[in-house]
């Protein structure tokens, strides 16, 4: 019979309140079904950065020393069980000075997106799963396969990790200040890219918290890969983790290359379905959402200077953007685009021109 | 032959105007291509209910006293046709109120997304398709299947309905004020869902008009399942129909589970395509988007109080957050989480815990 | 083995800077590898229109005296290569006007989303691709078919062109002004619309840059298809090539009709796949996204007047609305609906029932 059902008659059947129950009643789990133990270990360490201006910098690191915003990029393969420990080494004082409401606990947590975990692994303050200044606390991450049987999909995909309790309930101010980074559920079988990028679209026309020049650094001369240094030789195959994060909507927007809005950004399969898949270029990220580009750097294109920017005009305009710089294949810069027409006619960089690596010669 | 076509070229022709023709013409129908005679019927009131602060509140409802916002969730399936027959209980008065411009004419209204309907069904001021204080109007609604000959997709899916005449010509008044309700269209063979929630994500940081401790008022002992208290047992399937209003641009983010970002929310097949398909746990909800998750309540995570939010900081800061409460098989909370430990150490609940269901002992 | 790679450990092997190498380096290519030559020609020209009301107003043309915005629809099948010949006749006066920073090149340029363009066809100032007063440049589109060795998907979809220099390095004030247009990507087989239509939806709640009354100029008597027209007969396969500009995130809205979210905005194919592909009728496009929606008109629905808008609600109020206009297979527009209704009652249009289109008799 085909009905229509007014919400409010749902009933549900034998429930008998979330008050404990008698003897017989099981503790919240330590670890997801199907972790009887993790397959693997990670260390990590949540610490106070140089700060930003003002700004109050917070990094997690594989070490206390490599502690950087993002985090480091974490990689999983569907079926794997990780425990990361976290070791909180901010110092309280800090965390103080982010907090607005002194009932709310001093902290800093790991709430990951995507994988399974338990409560006690949620990150948050109202499971009390974070930890306190000085101390340490496992969290147990499951990258689940799909399960047919209970219909539920895989986890693989491209996720994001962050802190949930510094400042507030929603770790606001953890998240403002640097405690995010990458995860990346890879299935067997998934390309494998030669390069990996976090790109974390935020608050104040950010990516990785920087804007304009300070979002690329790059050394014209020995460009150094990093969170502010995009740099990959022709027909190299490069993932941008897409990340959203703060309070605005941006748009993620590279230049002369496009990827398949897919799980993994690429298109496989040979059918009317695969032919339905969108191809894109820019796409609309709001905090929270996480999204995988895969890209062949130079392809059909070949090397040059390519954007990466918000379309958000405002946004780009007001520095949100940075740089793919694509090598030839001997990871050289080839001359032939503007760069030389400037140096060798006024030797100025036009307007906007951006970082330093277009001051090269 | 490859052409550049300016769109100024395009012309009509044979277009006569819209002027009527002459006696030949036809009337526009009274219901859609398809649907001969309506397979239902409901009844639906628009009523005004209490008042929340000195916001008024209107409601759809099966019967007037249980009008509601959201109001009754319609379920349909694909080839069904329906006739709504909205009776409009609400005082001229109010909506007087509600009104911005004098010559708008009065009257509150059905429009609905996804399924096909006639302009007198249309239930715009322009086509006149509105109900006056006092009258009774009936819309026809038709979940017309995939026409493979015309090229035209099915009309299963999660969608909404809402009034388009309160306050003005797009029924901005209405919508927020609460008159609007989820509509699930499904195929035959879609999975059936335990338990069906709405959430509305909407201006002034509001799930279903409410927001922090209002959104959820579920009793620790008995929770009754309703628009604010989310519950279920562990492995339910539960279904949120989520959907945007007003102004502002939302996401809407589960703890601990994900789900396919498919037509139900659910992954079907298994072939090189379904493996492109995402997985997602955060998604950009925009005013008039609709879409479905459908989880497995507390698979491989385990019971608990899973956090529902928007991942916009300030909005979840703001109280724009929810909880599912995910009890374990025979209907109990287990203890093990971080709500005894407040009970056994200082029994005070963390700042931001939420409503009231952190209480318990 | 399974790893956790921090960011910041990638190194690039072998690469040997930005700076040109020595005199074994290549140039940077003219053309897209894949396009030995163009196919085809086109050539456009970017004028100065009547202002409208203070704002400055410029658009592409086919001709100078036919240039509009949006510019001419282009159209391209699936290894295609196009060469345009982009001719700057807007006044360097106005191109100064526009301008906010005096140290940035006074120019129109030419960017293009989707396909494959070198350095040189980049129409940035910092490849310095763009075109000052008074000259021309060539820029090369490459429509790149699928390549499975190097895992790349097609470049067929819905793309658009916009400029990329006027008033700053992100062509924000050439954006605002009217430069822009749509871009189809065919590929062999795909289902070909009797109408196309531009649908950008911008600042100031514009639609095409209007809004309100002037974004529905259809004669009733004679509609004339085009920017500020929308009209078809029942069973016209309608095409929307939906554009987001400027700085806010809107969504788009058709009453009646709904479409896939695929590649083509059309579903095909047959197995459990294409039964997981999305039907909606409302979709969020922030700037620079673009996608395509492919409809029957009036089907099941009938003719009528479909409401076309933004459901940001203040959006529409604002004037975000145009209108579809549905003829009889005939080319008339049946009487029946509320229109005639008016036409013999009162006489008066309700408040909101937008264009002149709706009084006729």
Redesign the interface.
Known sequence: M???????V???V????????GGA?????ER???CNQP??T?TLYAVELPRDGNQIRLGY??TPQ?A?Y?G??????EG?CLAVTLHNQVPAATLEQLRT?P???LGVSL?V??V?????S?G??????YVPPGQSRTYTW?A?K??RT????????YWWYHDHVVG???G?KG??SGLFGGLVVR?VGD?KPD????SVFGDQQSINLRRGAAADT??????????TCI???KGE?VEFIVV????????F?I??H???D???G??????????????????????????GV???AG?????????I?C???????AGM?TTM?V??E?????????????ATSSG???????AG??Q??
């Open positions: 085909l009905v229509v059902a007014a919400i409010v749902l009933s549900l034998g429930a008998g309140g979330f008050a404990v129950a009643a099981a503790l919240l789990p997801p079904e199907g397959d693997r990670v690191g594989l490599t950087s993002p480091p990029t974490m990689e999983m393969i794997e409401d009932t709310h606990p709430h997106h995507g399974k975990y338990t409560q006690l949620d948050t303050a109202q499971s009390f799963s499951y689940k799909r399960d209970a219909g539920t999909p895989g986890t693989a995909g507030g309930p929603h606001t998240i403002g299935r390309p390069r990996t990028y976090m790059c050394d014209p001369v020995n460009p150094v890969p990093g969170p740099v990959a030789k195959r959203g994060i703060g309070n605005d909507m941006h748009t927007h230049h002369g496009s990827w398949a897919t799980r993994t690429v298109l496989t399969g040979t059918n009317a379905e695969t032919d339905q898949v969108q191809t894109i270029d820019n796409k609309t990220v709001g905090p929270g959402d996480s999204f895969q890209i062949i392809d059909s294109v070949g090397p040059g200077h390519w954007m920017h379309h958000m005009q405002f946004h780009s305009d953007y710089h090598l030839d001997n990871g050289n810069m080839p001359p032939g685009g503007g760069h030389e027409h400037s100025a960089a036009p307007a906007g021109s951006g690596v277009h090269h010669k």
